[in-house]
């Protein structure tokens, strides 16, 4: 099992930065990808940006520019630089670790909001 905690969610204008980080806790063993997707209200959760064991990064067409993801070497770390916040970018993040492709563990999320 593996436990995510996600932080650095809150309240920012648009234009700002944020940073969001998790923390995972328990076995990291064979663990493949790790991830960041978002759920705004009456959307359905999307990803967001992920980054493989071997360091490949994949990120959503709208935060392509912006967004940044990345890792410790040990993969008990998940971070996102948001840069150039959007009101668009308003959402829950949360943090996602895959197991062999399969197994999917989930943090319990972290607000961001944007605003004008």
């Known amino acids: 099992q593996v436990q995510l905690v996600e932080s650095g969610g809150g309240l920012v204008q648009a234009g700002e930065s944020l940073r969001l980080s998790c923390a995972a806790f328990g076995s990291i063993l064979n663990i493949n990808v790790m991830g960041w997707y978002r759920q705004a209200p009456g959307k359905q959760r999307e990803l967001v940006a992920s980054?493989?064991?071997?360091?490949?990064?994949t990120y959503a067409d709208s935060v392509k520019g912006r967004f940044t993801i990345s890792r410790d070497t040990a993969k008990t770390t998940l971070y996102l630089q948001m840069d150039s916040l959007k009101l668009e970018d308003t959402a829950v993040y949360y943090c996602?670790?895959?197991?062999?492709?399969?197994?999917?563990?989930w943090g319990q999320g972290t607000q961001v909001t944007v605003s004008s």
């Open positions: 980054i493989t064991t071997g360091g490949t990064t």
């Open positions: 996602n670790y895959m197991r062999r492709f399969v197994n999917q563990y």
